[in-house]
């Protein structure tokens, strides 16, 4: 099976976000929200979700910034207190391990190949199944229900 790698997005995109006030967060259309409930507010820094009572960044974030039209821009949570998720080979975040997640498989030109709907359980697999394909260069992960980017996953 081909091993693969996850990749979370590197905390100093969002440093400056951390010192802004509303008023300058709400001019990048961005806010800071306090989780209020156990689960929902997955980070894309650290893959995990945050802690009831933990202070995020809501912002919109370009994950997908090719020149086709699958080009894409979704709304993202980024931890105050993150640390960049470092997984090993063939690992996912515990929390995807148990979530519905939309896997959608795209060629080195940005191009969608395939897409569909896998549970946590299976995903290991499926993603080794699709980066077995030669055509797909990079799979990105999406939670089901609201949709929203996840991470990129590549060959390792």
């Not at 099976?1 to 010192?19: D, I, K």
């Not at 009572?53 to 993202?76: K, M, N, R, W």
């Not at 993603?127 to 991470?151: N, T």
């Amino acid at each position: 099976m081909m091993s693969f790698q996850v990749q979370a997005l590197a905390r100093a995109l969002f440093q400056p976000f951390f010192t802004m006030d509303e008023a300058q967060l709400a001019s990048h259309r961005a806010r800071r929200v306090i989780a209020d409930k156990p689960l929902g507010y997955p980070c894309r820094v650290s893959l995990c979700d945050a802690a009831e009572g933990e202070s995020l960044l809501l912002l919109p974030f370009a994950h997908h910034q090719v020149d086709t039209p699958y080009q894409a821009s979704e709304p993202i949570f980024v931890r105050e207190n993150s640390v960049v998720a470092a997984l090993a080979p063939n690992q996912l975040p515990k929390e995807m391990e148990t979530r519905q997640m939309s896997v959608r498989a795209y060629d080195a030109e940005g191009m969608i190949k395939t897409a569909e709907v896998v549970e946590g359980e299976q995903l290991v697999l499926r993603l080794q199944q699709m980066l077995q394909v030669e055509s797909i260069a990079y799979v990105h992960l999406h939670y089901a229900g609201y949709g929203c980017y996840a991470c990129k996953v590549v060959r390792s």
